[in-house]
């Protein structure tokens, strides 16, 4: 059965960082689109960060650019999001998902065409 799960959320300070796991089974990441998405109360999801299978290329919301960083792990197949410089307004329920295999992001639309959603982990940014 194919699975992501992510890994990494808890409560942190302003200015603190925290790195998200997104670990895939019954599959391997490599190869395929990975986005980072978030979700905070009241609000609509949002797309934060993306790298594509076809060639690893990582792109960036404005929310995200130069505070989070997404890299793949290729031996413990999952992709991170290192977030430092954590606001408040980061707080959310964060989200990996996965699109087809060789595909690249959408640079518009993170979720365009991802099709396969890990259930998410919580990340807190409070005094």
């Known amino acids: 059965q194919q699975q992501l799960v992510e890994s990494g959320g808890g409560l942190v300070q302003p200015g603190g960082s925290l790195r998200l796991s997104c670990t895939g089974s019954?599959?391997?990441?490599?190869?395929?689109?990975i986005g980072w998405f978030r979700q905070a109360p009241g609000q609509e999801r949002e797309g934060i960060s993306c790298?594509?299978?076809?060639?690893?290329?990582?792109y960036y919301a404005e929310s995200s650019k130069g505070r989070f960083t997404i890299s793949r792990d290729y031996t413990n197949n999952a992709v991170h999001l290192q977030m430092n410089s954590l606001k408040p307004e980061d707080t959310a329920v964060y989200y990996c998902?996965?699109?087809?295999?060789?595909?690249?992001?959408?640079?518009?639309?993170?979720?365009?065409?991802?099709?396969?959603w890990g259930k998410g982990t919580l990340v807190t940014v409070s005094s």
């Open positions: 998902a996965r699109r087809g295999y060789g595909s690249r992001c959408n640079r518009d639309d993170f979720s365009y065409g991802m099709d396969f």
């Open positions: 019954g599959f391997i990441l490599d190869y395929y689109t």
């Open positions: 790298v594509s299978g076809s060639d690893s290329s990582t």
